[in-house]
T-cell receptor, first 118, second 110 residues
Framework: GAVVSQHPSWVICKSGTSVKIECRSLDFQATTMFWYRQFPKQSLMLMATSNEGSKATYEQGVEKDKFLINHASLTLSTLTVTSAHPEDSSFYIC??????????????FGPGTRLTVT | KQEVTQIPAALSVPEGENLVLNCSFTDSAIYNLQWFRQDPGKGLTSLLLIQSSQREQTSGRLNASLDKSSGRSTLYIAASQPGDSATYLC?????????FGSGTKLNVKP
């Protein structure tokens, strides 16, 4: 149980275009999902917290107009990278908090999406 | 802001050795700490989750300990195998935000 999927697993796009990444909790409902990015040989950095039915909360330094997050249902959150540039090339990973509420619950991570902007 | 540090950054050992990976964090007000494994170009695999009220967790050859007051956790791997080669990340949960360390890249030589 507690499986999180991401789609696509990798994507190549041209500079200036927009790319949408989906994050789905397959066998549980996730009121809260998280988006991270990881540059080569670096650790994961939290970009934003996505709450179902409300606006996402962005970490300091993350451009909310560039990285649009939509959490329209309890099993789906999407990250859209708008007007992508080569510096947006990165590994994007989402996670979903286990059901039941509270802060002590485990997060389950998706397999990640590798974005390359040419 | 929570800062998480992992030492060493890289480790190369012969097969069969027992080894310890270290993780330290600056803010002890955590809800839990989680150890992950990441293979190159892949996502995260959760290894162990330790709640703030717990001292340790075990799974197979892995044992993780937590000393919240001193801001430290260790991951002990017994009888290492080449298949254990990967990057190991620790992450602390502060108010429902996970802060990751930079990882320890482990290479177990046959």
């Amino acid at each position: 149980g507690a499986v999180v999927s991401q789609h696509p697993s990798w994507v190549i796009c041209k500079s200036g275009t927009s790319v949408k990444i989906e994050c789905r909790s397959l066998d549980f409902q996730a009121t809260t999902m998280f988006w991270y990015r990881q540059f080569p040989k670096q650790s994961l950095m939290l970009m934003a917290t996505s709450n179902e039915g409300s606006k996402a909360t962005y970490e300091q330094g993350v451009e909310k107009d560039k990285f649009l997050i939509n959490h329209a249902s309890l099993t789906l959150s999407t990250l859209t990278v708008t007007s992508a540039h080569p510096e947006d090339s990165s590994f994007y990973i989402c996670s979903a908090r286990a059901p039941g509420g509270g802060y002590s619950y485990e997060q389950y991570f998706g397999p990640g999406t590798r974005l390359t902007v040419t | 802001k929570q800062e998480v540090t992992q030492i060493p950054a890289a480790l190369s050992v012969p097969e069969g050795e027992n080894l310890v990976l270290n993780c330290s964090f600056t803010d002890s007000a955590i809800y839990n700490l989680q150890w992950f494994r990441q293979d190159p170009g892949k996502g995260l695999t959760s290894l162990l989750l330790i709640q703030s009220s717990q001292r340790e967790q075990t799974s197979g050859r892995l044992n993780a300990s937590l000393d919240k007051s001193s801001g430290r956790s260790t991951l002990y791997i017994a009888a290492s195998q080449p298949g254990d080669s990967a990057t190991y990340l620790c992450a602390v949960n502060n108010f429902n935000k996970f802060y990751f360390g930079s990882g320890t890249k482990l290479n177990v030589k046959p």
